[in-house]
C-alpha cells in the first residue's frame, strides 16, 4: 500500500487540490448573501472531501479489476438510467435526478465513467490491429447509443452528446481504418451543417411542431447560437449577459466578489454551469488563462501517463477519460463566448454538483490507478497481435 502511495503522481494532487480552492472562492463569491444558495461552498466541501475519498480510492483499486467486471457495471449503470426515465426527479428541465433526500444523483454524468469502461473493455477484447467497420465499429457503437437514446429520453442533451465524444475517441485510439474514420467524418460533419441549415430555414415550423412540450425549451438554448435574430429576449439572456460579463472583466478582472454581473444576477446558475462567467468577470483573462492552464497540465499528466503504460487496457481508459473532459470544458466555456451551443453541462472540478465532481475525482483515480498498476502485464487478457510481433523480432 505505501508503496503505491510512493507511485501517485502528486503534480496531479496539486493540480485537483488548486482547482478545489478556485471551486470553493468561487461558489462563496457567487452565493455569500444568496439566502437559496448561501452555504453551498460547505457543501461543496464535503462534496470534495468525497472526492478525494475516491480519487484515492480508485488509485489503489488496480483498474483491471473494471475490465473483469464491464458487463455488470454496464448493465448496472443501464439499469439507472431507465429508473431516473420512469421515475427521476425533474430539475431545470432535466428528468436525470434520483433524490435520496440529503442529496441528489445524476446517473447519466455517473454513466460517463461506465461508458469508458464498457469501451474500453469491448474494444481490448477486439485485438485487432485495425478496426473493421461491421464487425467492430458498430458493435462498439451500439454500446453508446443505447444510453445515448435513453439519456436523450430525459432531456439531457450536454450529457448525451458526451458519449459521441467518448466514442469517437475510444475508436480513434482503436485505430479505426482511415477511409471509415473519413468517411464518418463526411457523414457527421455533412449531418451537422444540413441540420443546422434545416433548423435555420424551417425555425418556425419546428418551433410549431414543438409547441410548449418539454423538448421546447432545446430552442431556447439553439436559437441564440443559430438564429440569434430570432431567438427570444428570454433564450438570450443567458448568453448575451455572459458575453458582457467576460467581457467587462478585461485583463485582470474586477477582484473577488465584484463582479457586477455575476452578484447582481443577470447571469443565471453562476455557482454551476455559469461558473466559468464569475472566474472571467472577478478574475479577468489572467485568472481565466491560469485555470486553463491548470487544465492543460491535468491532461498532459494524464497522456504521459498513458505513454508510459504497458497495458493495452490503460491507454484506452485515459483516452476516454481525456475525451470527457475536453468535450467538457470547451462545451461549458464555448457556449458563453458564442463557439457552441447552451447546454446544461458542467465545468469540470469546478461547477458545484456532487455527482459531477464525484465522477470526476473517480476517472482521475482511474487515470492515477493506471500509473499505478499499468506497468503490469495482464495475462488474463489476450495479448495483441503487434506486441506479438514485436517480441519474436526481438
Not at 489503489?60 to 427521476?88: C, E, P, Q, T
Request: aromatic share 12%.
Amino acid at each position: 500500500m505505501l508503496q503505491k502511495i510512493k507511485k501517485i503522481d502528486f503534480v496531479i494532487v496539486a493540480v485537483l487540490v488548486m482547482l478545489m480552492i478556485i471551486s470553493i472562492t468561487s461558489i462563496y463569491s457567487v452565493t455569500m448573501g444568496d439566502p437559496k444558495f448561501e452555504g453551498s461552498h460547505i457543501k461543496m466541501i464535503l462534496y470534495y472531501i468525497v472526492g478525494f475519498i475516491a480519487f484515492f480510492g480508485m488509485s489503489i483499486l488496480d483498474y483491471r479489476l473494471l475490465m473483469k467486471y464491464a458487463w455488470y457495471i454496464y448493465f448496472g449503470g443501464i439499469a439507472l438510467l431507465l429508473f431516473v426515465m420512469f421515475f427521476g426527479a425533474t430539475i431545470n428541465g432535466s428528468q436525470g435526478w434520483i433524490s435520496l433526500g440529503f442529496a441528489s444523483l445524476q446517473p447519466a454524468e455517473m454513466f460517463k465513467l461506465v461508458l469508458i469502461i464498457i469501451l474500453t473493455y469491448a474494444l481490448v477484447r477486439k485485438n485487432k490491429p485495425r478496426l473493421s467497420f461491421i464487425q467492430d465499429v458498430i458493435p462498439v457503437g451500439l454500446l453508446a447509443f443505447i444510453p445515448f437514446v435513453l439519456v436523450m429520453g430525459i432531456n439531457d442533451l450536454g450529457n448525451a452528446l458526451s458519449y459521441v465524444i467518448i466514442l469517437l475517441g475510444l475508436l480513434w485510439i482503436g485505430n479505426v481504418k482511415f477511409s471509415h474514420a473519413l468517411i464518418g467524418l463526411v457523414l457527421v460533419g455533412g449531418i451537422a451543417v444540413g441540420g443546422a441549415m434545416a433548423y435555420v430555414h424551417y425555425h418556425d415550423e419546428i418551433k410549431e411542431s414543438l409547441g410548449t412540450g418539454s423538448r421546447a425549451h432545446w430552442m431556447e438554448r439553439i436559437d441564440p447560437w443559430l438564429v440569434p435574430e430570432k431567438a427570444t429576449a428570454k433564450a438570450s439572456w443567458h448568453t448575451h449577459n455572459a458575453k458582457l460579463a467576460i467581457a467587462s472583466g478585461g485583463m485582470g478582472g474586477k477582484g473577488f466578489m465584484e463582479g457586477t454581473s455575476v452578484q447582481s444576477g443577470r447571469v443565471p446558475y453562476t455557482y454551476s454551469d455559469s461558473i466559468f462567467v464569475q472566474i472571467a468577470e472577478e478574475y479577468g483573462f489572467i485568472g481565466s488563462s491560469v485555470l486553463l492552464l491548470l487544465y492543460f497540465v491535468l491532461i498532459h499528466r494524464m497522456i504521459l501517463i498513458s505513454l508510459e503504460c504497458r497495458e493495452r487496457a490503460g491507454p484506452f481508459l485515459i483516452v476516454g477519460i481525456v475525451s470527457m473532459f475536453l468535450y467538457q470544458i470547451f462545451e461549458n466555456i464555448g457556449m458563453f463566448i458564442g463557439l457552441m451551443p447552451l447546454t446544461g453541462i458542467t465545468l469540470p472540478f469546478i461547477s458545484f454538483g456532487g455527482t459531477s465532481l464525484v465522477i470526476s475525482m473517480a476517472s482521475m483515480g482511474v487515470a492515477m490507478s493506471v500509473k499505478l498498476h499499468g506497468r503490469e502485464i495482464d495475462e488474463d487478457l489476450p495479448e495483441p497481435s503487434t506486441y506479438r510481433t514485436v517480441a519474436k523480432q526481438s
